[in-house]
């Protein structure tokens, strides 16, 4: 695979610098054209080589192009914060907004690679990472992502000759790292494997270029040129529209039997037993949150539901039974400016707990499938591939030792209208009804036609769906918070058996 690029590439200076003030230019024009869109990030993902030019022509780059739109970023080794969340979470938090470029230096291939060289795990988890990259890439790229894959090259020989050269120039010495060094002799492992990953994910989304890296002007140029081809193609590319979805067939399924249809919605607590039943669970819930098992997971709690299903009394009584610095509310509106300038699983990923700790989605990424859906403010494309990203959004929390727990809270339309009319004659309660909340209504069959499918494609083994029938509050209050204990004692007991 590297053969090509082990052959001597030369470009003479005097076509480089013929050359360079019109690509400099067009490089401008592009850069400034996608920002003015702001209908994409470009993420520039370098590897390769160490003494192969990759700071070099990055350095460039931020003299060609407009420095105040680049964002270069640097991932050395884990800091604690890191390691104790997910491994994609340190490179969500780092993603360029729409319109602007991200430089990943150490980058999510980096991390693997450099992990099978040294030993720390088998081919086998590398082969896992490959997946997980393949997945991050499509998702990011289905929502309007650029990438670019840059692995710069030199052969042994080459490298050799560099650093030795490096080492030699009083002026340039200090440019040699001990990761120079290592590399040089890890070399034949580091191409092994590097091959092996440039193989698995160059993709025609997301394609790896090999650059050869000894002779600065023909990097420069062809890093360059690859760049201004890719940027000028996503310009010429038809832009997608989001599409009003026709509710005419999802009404007509209206009367199809689901799981909502199966559930028992007469169930009940009288006061006496809501209130022993609510302390018990409150109690269980602090203990499991306290528990020193805690300090291998991390516990996230999505809430959905109907509008006046109870979502907030029941976050309220889970709340209560914990200290507030063990725990986070994170309430979902409509996105921000800025979350509107990312993929839209970035506002959620940013908002994990660290190990220990435990966070409360209001609302969450489920929108997507929901709301989003029904409204039509997001593509049937859009929609549709959302499940399987959101499956493996939540594997990859719950292979970090995240313990996710989904809650639907259902009510029948009776009790919404009762819960609606109470709302607008209570002072105090107003402000929780809103003429969203009526305008949705009218459309009841085609929101439990988005949950039915909701459930069915997102309830999995490692992440299932806990339905609460909620006409009943109490009952749905000390299901909820029993669901949650039984979900954290459960991980404690796989704990055990590992």
Known sequence: MFESAEIGHVIAKETYDAEVPALREALLDAQYEL???????????INGIEGAGKGETVKLLNEWMDPRYIEVR???????????????????????????MGVFFGNWYSQMIQGRVHGNFKDAVLDQAINGAERLEKMLCDEGALIFKFWFHLSKKQMKTRL??????????WRISPLDWQQSKTYDKFVRFGERVLRRTSRDYAPWHVIEGMDPYYRSLTVGRLLLEGMQAAL?????????????????????????????????????????????????????????????????????????????GAIRRVAAA??????????????????????????????????????????SWYGRVLVERVEGFCSQADWSRAYSEINDFEEQLTEAGVVVVKFWLAIDQDTQLERFEAREKIPFKRYKITEDDWRNRKKWPAYREAVGDMVDRTSTEIAPWTLIEANDKRWARVKVLRTLNEALEAAFARDKKK
């Open 35 to 45: 920002h003015e869109q702001a209908g994409r990030q470009i993420i520039v993902l």
């Open 322 to 363: 914990l200290d507030p610095r063990h725990y986070n509310i994170v309430p979902i509106a409509a996105p921000s400016e800025d979350e509107r300038a990312q993929p839209y699983l970035w506002r959620f990923w940013r908002q994990i707990p660290a190990r220990s700790k435990f966070t409360i989605f209001d609302r």
């Open 74 to 100: 640097t991932f050395d080794r884990q800091t604690d914060e890191e390691l104790a969340h997910p491994t994609a979470w340190r490179y969500w938090r780092q993603l360029p907004a729409k319109g602007r």
């Open 164 to 173: 030795k050269m490096l080492k030699d120039d009083p002026l340039h010495s």
């Open 236 to 312: 010429k590319a038809p832009k997608v529209e989001a599409t009003s979805l026709t509710l005419g067939p999802l009404a007509a399924n209206h009367g199809e039997f689901t799981l909502l249809d199966s559930l028992d919605m007469t169930l009940s607590l009288d006061k006496s037993d809501y209130e022993e039943q609510l302390i018990t669970e409150q109690a269980r819930l602090s203990g499991n949150i306290r528990d020193k098992r805690m300090q291998r997971h991390a516990l996230v709690a999505v809430f959905e539901g109907n509008d006046a299903a109870g979502k907030g």
